[in-house]
Structure formats: structure tokens, C-alpha cells
């Protein structure tokens, strides 16, 4: 049974730093396509970064570009979001999931891991 579990959220200034980490246990091999998505308050939930296969394939959305970094670790399962220069409108629950459908659309997903930035 696949499970993703996010950790490394937390409160942090604007222009801090954070890194979040996803585990996906009960898939060793690992999936081809994974991605981070966020939610915050009152909003939908939205698009943050994809990555596939090696760390050359990612894909951001427009207002992380420069500041975030997605990345795979040593073990297949592991897969890693790099958050730098963070700001305000940043805070969300972040979802990291698995088994790419196309689009945003994903089969797995975390149960999500806080991030709230204070100005």
C-alpha cells in the first residue's frame, strides 16, 4: 500500500528558508513523476513543482521559480522541496504526490505538512 508522508513545514520569517521532505513508503521503486502542490486558506488548491525522472526534468509554477527546488533524494522514495527567499503568500499546507495521471492530476497523495510564513 503506497503512503506519502510530508515533514519539514513549520513557521519561519519572510525571506527564510525551509525544506520539506517526502517518503513515499510501500513503493520502493519509487515513481516516475512526482510533485508538490500547496493550499491555503480560503483558496484551491494549486500547483508548486513536478519532477521527472532525473532532477534535469522539473517544472515550476511561476511565482516559486528562482526561490524553490525540487529534487529527488539517494533512495527512490524520497523526494525533497527546497523552499528559499520564502514570503507570506507562501503559506499553505504543502502536498507532495505521486503517480503522475497527467495534468495536476496525481493518484497518491500526502496527508500535507504546514508552512506559514511571518512577515
Known amino acids: 500500500q503506497v503512503q506519502l508522508v510530508e515533514s519539514g513545514g513549520g513557521l519561519v520569517q519572510a525571506g527564510g528558508s525551509l525544506r520539506l521532505s517526502c517518503v513515499n513508503s510501500?513503493?520502493?521503486?519509487?515513481?516516475?513523476?512526482m510533485g508538490w502542490f500547496r493550499q491555503a486558506p480560503g483558496k484551491e488548491r494549486e500547483f508548486v513543482a513536478r519532477?521527472?525522472?532525473?532532477?534535469?526534468?522539473?517544472y515550476y509554477e511561476d511565482s516559486v521559480k528562482g526561490r524553490f527546488t525540487i529534487s529527488r533524494g539517494n533512495a527512490k522514495n524520497t523526494m525533497y522541496l527546497q523552499m528559499n527567499s520564502l514570503k507570506p503568500e507562501d503559506t499553505a499546507i504543502y502536498y507532495c504526490?505521486?503517480?503522475?495521471?497527467?495534468?495536476?492530476?496525481?493518484?497518491?497523495w500526502g496527508q500535507g505538512t504546514q508552512v506559514t510564513v511571518s512577515s
Open positions: 519532477i521527472s525522472g532525473d532532477d534535469a526534468n522539473t
Open positions: 510501500g513503493r520502493t521503486s519509487g515513481f516516475y513523476t
Open positions: 504526490a505521486g503517480g503522475w495521471l497527467g495534468g495536476s492530476g496525481f493518484r497518491y
